[in-house]
């Protein structure tokens, strides 16, 4: 079976009870992404298909063949850091570290997301063309990544400083407390 | 997880060749399923991955749509032409799970998606559902996500889709094939309630396959909406939920649409409601009166009986804030 993983294309045989997550780190020996839950409420093994976030425990290995899989080690490196790591490293997004590559590529995703216009549930007008990044949308955009840590604020400072809080404008939720 | 094989159907035809063997599951994103034969609740021994097959999202000759059963959460949620003519829908779906999970999950996948009770999961509990006979240990339990409407003295699960709800709402259609041909079955008679048979969801006969969900024209664009209560702000499973839409002319309800979440085995279509609206003033007290009919028949578990009043309460409110709503199409 052929898979493509951060650029490079990789063949190997294995049984179709393998999720994606345990392909990644047991198989191509790539350990950032994390298995927490293993059941796709923390987060922590997100990945990127074809530029979408997925989670890859949830993710049986065989359905994403010939896809473009990209982890966090796709993202950036060491000297050459992607512009959100870095970010992260500045605001103190993270204490143990483990959600951080699940958040990164997460927000990798929604960034993303938000240029193509999709909306969310916290969007006043769902029909509207593009959506402004407040703080409510992007909490509710990154509600599928948890961290026990609770360094929430520092993640939310470092996701603005990279793709720009566009507007402080409250949203459905702030205007309902 | 039990061995099994993987196949990847190339046509309808041949998943459904596939689908007739014994012991095979139709496979979408995995989302559900691939968590349940983790825990070996599910143990098929074949898998036939039909997220190939029908990906389009189509007009119909009615002047509805035709989403296709691979069609992923994300995309439908996204698709211009389901935000401006059913609303609604994109709410609902956005309303569920995460990003991540509404990137994998299917149309059709999320029609079928299990129960998420705890007692469900939890092979030390006894379940009619997992285990047919068994018994239920939720109905003596930690019931505060169960129902409260249509329930069993043999299960007290809730469907947890919020995007079924809006398209029961919708009046939707699903689209089924089989060995023997294709039918339409209504959203809101696809889903079962528990009877004595809990195990049985849904009306889809052994190795039929969903191949699409047909939207009618009626979309309520600018009438219509759908707001979930949960125990957090974001990625839980509905408490209660509503999908509403109302028609107003000259104060008096001239069409009304309402279905609800968290409630049932099933979207629960609220028709009792609906008739005692139709025709009658938009007002406050008529919203609730209709409200309380609804629920009339609503029984509360030792942790869930809040839920008959929040249902009424988001009901009337959600009613009292369509019919204010100015400029309506």
């Given at each position: 079976?052929?898979?493509?993983?951060?650029?490079?294309?990789?063949?190997?045989?294995?049984?179709?009870?393998?999720s994606?997550?345990d392909?990644?780190?047991?198989?191509?020996?790539?350990?950032?992404?994390?298995?927490?839950?293993?059941?796709?409420?923390?987060?922590?093994c997100?990945?990127?298909?074809?530029?979408?976030?997925?989670?890859?425990?949830?993710?049986?290995?065989?359905?994403?063949q010939?896809?473009?899989?990209?982890?966090?080690?796709g993202?950036?490196?060491?000297?050459?850091?992607?512009?959100?790591?870095?970010?992260?490293?500045e605001?103190?997004?993270?204490?143990?570290?483990?959600?951080?590559?699940g958040?990164?590529?997460?927000?990798?995703?929604?960034?993303?997301?938000?240029?193509?216009?999709?909306p969310?549930?916290?969007s006043?007008?769902?029909?509207a063309?593009?959506?402004?990044?407040?703080?409510?949308?992007?909490?509710?955009?990154?509600?599928?990544?948890?961290?026990?840590?609770?360094?929430?604020n520092?993640i939310?400072?470092?996701?603005?400083?990279?793709?720009?809080?566009?507007?402080t404008?409250?949203g459905?939720?702030?205007?309902a407390? | 997880?039990?061995?099994?094989?993987?196949?990847?159907?190339?046509d309808?035809?041949?998943?459904?060749?596939?689908g007739?063997?014994?012991g095979?599951?139709?496979?979408?994103g995995?989302?559900?399923?691939?968590?349940?034969?983790?825990?070996?609740?599910e143990?098929?021994?074949?898998?036939?991955?039909?997220?190939?097959?029908s990906c389009?999202?189509?007009?119909?000759?009615?002047?509805?749509?035709?989403?296709?059963?691979?069609v992923?959460?994300?995309?439908?949620?996204?698709?211009?032409?389901?935000?401006?003519?059913y609303?609604?829908l994109?709410?609902?779906?956005?309303?569920?799970?995460?990003?991540?999970?509404?990137?994998?999950?299917t149309?059709?996948?999320?029609?079928?998606?299990?129960?998420?009770?705890?007692?469900?999961?939890?092979?030390?509990?006894?379940?009619?559902?997992?285990?047919?006979?068994?018994?239920?240990?939720?109905?003596?339990?930690?019931?505060?996500?169960h129902?409260?409407?249509?329930?069993?003295?043999?299960?007290?699960?809730?469907?947890?889709?919020?995007?079924?709800?809006?398209?029961?709402?919708?009046?939707?259609v699903?689209?089924?094939?089989?060995?023997?041909?294709?039918?339409?079955?209504?959203l809101?008679?696809?889903?079962?309630?528990?009877?004595?048979?809990?195990?049985i969801?849904?009306?889809?006969?052994?190795?039929e396959?969903i191949?699409?969900?047909?939207?009618?024209?009626?979309?309520?664009?600018?009438?219509?909406?759908?707001?979930?209560?949960?125990?957090r702000?974001?990625?839980a499973?509905?408490?209660?939920?509503?999908?509403?839409?109302?028609?107003?002319?000259?104060?008096?309800?001239?069409?009304?649409r309402?279905?609800?979440?968290?409630?049932?085995?099933?979207?629960?279509?609220?028709?009792?409601?609906?008739?005692?609206?139709?025709?009658?003033?938009?007002?406050?007290?008529?919203?609730?009166?209709?409200?309380?009919?609804e629920?009339?028949?609503?029984?509360?578990?030792?942790?869930?009986?809040?839920?008959?009043?929040?249902?009424?309460?988001?009901?009337?409110?959600?009613?009292?804030k369509?019919?204010?709503?100015?400029?309506?199409i």
């Amino acid at each position: 079976m052929h898979f493509v993983v951060n650029g490079g294309g990789v063949d190997l045989e294995f049984d179709p009870r393998t999720s994606l997550l345990d392909l990644l780190r047991e198989r191509l020996q790539l350990f950032g992404a994390k298995k927490g839950c293993n059941q796709g409420a923390c987060g922590a093994c997100t990945v990127l298909v074809d530029g979408e976030r997925i989670n890859s425990c949830l993710a049986l290995a065989v359905q994403y063949q010939d896809r473009e899989i990209t982890t966090i080690e796709g993202l950036g490196a060491p000297g050459t850091l992607h512009p959100l790591q870095a970010a992260f490293v500045e605001h103190d997004g993270f204490q143990c570290g483990y959600c951080t590559p699940g958040q990164i590529c997460s927000a990798v995703a929604m960034a993303e997301e938000l240029k193509r216009g999709v909306p969310s549930y916290v969007s006043d007008d769902v029909t509207a063309a593009d959506f402004a990044l407040t703080r409510d949308e992007l909490r509710e955009r990154m509600s599928g990544n948890l961290c026990r840590c609770g360094a929430y604020n520092g993640i939310v400072e470092a996701i603005e400083e990279t793709f720009g809080i566009t507007s402080t404008g409250s949203g459905k939720r702030e205007a309902a407390e | 997880m039990n061995p099994f094989t993987y196949e990847r159907a190339s046509d309808p035809q041949a998943a459904l060749a596939l689908g007739a063997r014994a012991g095979t599951k139709y496979l979408g994103g995995g989302t559900n399923l691939v968590d349940l034969m983790r825990e070996t609740i599910e143990r098929p021994n074949l898998l036939v991955d039909v997220t190939g097959l029908s990906c389009a999202i189509e007009e119909t000759e009615e002047d509805g749509l035709r989403i296709g059963a691979g069609v992923k959460n994300t995309a439908v949620a996204a698709d211009r032409r389901v935000r401006d003519r059913y609303p609604m829908l994109a709410q609902a779906i956005l309303a569920g799970a995460s990003a991540q999970i509404r990137n994998m999950a299917t149309m059709g996948g999320n029609l079928l998606q299990r129960t998420r009770c705890t007692y469900f999961y939890d092979d030390a509990a006894r379940c009619n559902k997992r285990n047919p006979g068994a018994g239920c240990d939720a109905v003596e339990g930690f019931n505060r996500y169960h129902a409260i409407l249509g329930a069993s003295s043999a299960c007290v699960a809730t469907h947890p889709s919020d995007m079924a709800v809006a398209l029961a709402a919708l009046d939707a259609v699903v689209a089924v094939e089989g060995q023997t041909g294709r039918r339409e079955v209504p959203l809101t008679d696809f889903h079962r309630l528990p009877s004595e048979t809990p195990q049985i969801e849904t009306v889809l006969e052994p190795g039929e396959l969903i191949t699409a969900v047909t939207l009618p024209p009626e979309g309520f664009a600018g009438r219509s909406s759908y707001r979930k209560v949960r125990d957090r702000a974001s990625y839980a499973f509905a408490l209660v939920s509503v999908a509403a839409a109302l028609e107003v002319e000259d104060g008096t309800v001239k069409k009304v649409r309402i279905a609800l979440g968290g409630v049932a085995h099933k979207p629960w279509r609220a028709t009792t409601a609906e008739a005692a609206l139709k025709g009658g003033p938009a007002t406050e007290p008529a919203f609730r009166a209709a409200a309380e009919a609804e629920l009339a028949s609503a029984r509360g578990l030792s942790h869930n009986v809040f839920k008959i009043d929040l249902a009424r309460r988001v009901v009337t409110d959600m009613l009292v804030k369509l019919s204010a709503q100015k400029g309506v199409i």
